[in-house]
Every structure is written in C-alpha cells, then in structure tokens.
C-alpha cells in the first residue's frame, strides 16, 4: 500500500510569497494533520483536519492555513512567508482523529 | 499544556552496546504516547505505541519501550544496537483535545562498527 505522499519535495521561495503544499494520505484515512520542523527540533503541530472540518489548530499565526478536500487529501497554504518560516512540513494521516499518525516525507521548503 | 522532554541530545554507542533513552512527559489526560525514528534521509516512522495495558510495550527492529505512570516516563531500550540504528529517535504524546502529537526535541543516536 502506498504511504502518505506531499508533494513538491523541495521549495524555494522569497519573503512575502505565497506557498502551498500538498498531501495524500493513506488509502482509507480521513484524517490529515500538519507539522513544522525545524532543523534540530522536533515537529510542531499546526493543523488536524478530519471529514474536511478543522478539528485542531496549533499556535501559528493565522498567515497559516490549511483544507481538506473530498479525497481527504489536504493542502497547506502559507502567506507573506517570512525567513523564520524555512523548515520541513510534514503530513500525516490516521484512519480517525489523530489515534496513530503516520507521516509522509515532507517538504523542504527554504525561504530567502 | 502538555511537554515532552527528551534528556539525552545526542548519544554515542558502540555496536552491540544497549541502549536506553529518556522520554519524560507532562499531560493531564489519558496518555497515548509513541516513539517515532527518522533514519538519515527517510522521513519519521513509528517504532512502538502505548495506549494502554501492559505498560511494557514491543515495536519493530527489537525495540521496547516502558511506561512508568509514576514517573511519567516511557523510556525506549534496545538490547543491542546495531550500526543500522544510527538515527534521530522523537518521543510524542498525544494531546486527545486537540487530537495534536506534542514531540519531545529528539535524541541523535549515533552507532560506531
């Protein structure tokens, strides 16, 4: 079975663009959640949708957004990127509400 | 607001050493907790989960890890490690609220041949 899969890989972008990221989840998953992680931390948690509802949102600025289609597959979208914004986004899918997530591999985005 | 401490940052281990990591956490609620490894270049994979029940709890590739409630700790050990464990390994709690893993920073493993 195939995994959890984001797309792009890697992104570069520009203080002030606008950036959006993709995520499959797991066949049979209907739950997507996003993470943060910068280089020598661990994840921090955004976002956690669930039926295509927002069922958790974690402490980043409203420049942070996110949606989940009918194919529960999701989208991350980030405004008026700022430096501090460069770091790996993570997906992860689990067939509820976050019981056990299992993660994709992310995307690399760097922010000039 | 739930936290995960990981004490050791970065460890060093010779083939065939064993191993324990720390993984202390603070949570109010009904405890789910998980150890997550990131092998160089692959991204996060689950080792093992506690959710409840036998507090000692088995996962792949001969890791297990405890729960101690007293102490709220669920520390990971492995017998004998193998060069093939060199990795970053992440202790998660999850918040059952907001349905949101907490992670603690991470603990570089690092195995010799």
């Known amino acids: 079975d195939a995994g959890v899969t984001q797309s792009p890989t890697h992104l570069i972008k520009t203080r002030g663009q606008q950036v959006t990221l993709r995520c499959s989840p797991i066949?049979?998953?209907?739950?997507v959640s996003w993470y943060q992680q910068v280089l020598g931390q661990g994840p921090q948690f955004i976002f956690q949708?669930?039926?295509?509802?927002?069922?958790g949102r974690g402490n980043f600025p409203d420049r942070f957004s996110a949606r989940q289609f009918p194919n529960y597959s999701s989208e991350l979208n980030v405004n008026a990127l700022l430096l501090g914004d460069s770091a790996l986004y993570l997906c992860?899918?689990?067939?509820?509400?976050?019981?056990?997530?299992?993660f994709g591999p992310g995307t690399r985005l760097l922010v000039l | 607001a739930q936290s995960v401490s990981q004490h050791n940052h970065h460890v060093i281990l010779s083939e065939a050493a064993s191993l324990e990591l720390g993984c202390n956490y603070s949570?109010?609620?009904?405890?789910?907790l998980f150890w997550y490894v990131q092998y160089p270049g692959q991204h996060l994979q689950l080792l093992l989960k506690?959710?409840?029940?036998?507090?000692l709890v088995k996962g792949i590739k001969g890791f297990e890890a405890e729960f101690i409630k007293s102490k709220f700790s669920f520390n990971l050990r492995k017998p004998s490690v193998q060069w093939s464990d060199t990795a970053e390994y992440f202790c998660?709690?999850?918040?059952?609220?907001?349905?949101?893993?907490?992670f603690g920073s991470g603990t570089r493993l690092q195995v010799q041949p």
């Open positions: 992860a899918s689990s067939t509820g509400q976050g019981e056990t997530q299992y």
């Open positions: 066949s049979g998953h209907k739950s």
């Open positions: 949708y669930y039926e295509k509802e927002e069922r």
């Open positions: 949570y109010g609620g009904t405890v789910n």
């Open positions: 506690y959710f409840s029940g036998d507090p």
């Open positions: 998660a709690v999850l918040d059952t609220g907001r349905r949101a893993l907490t």
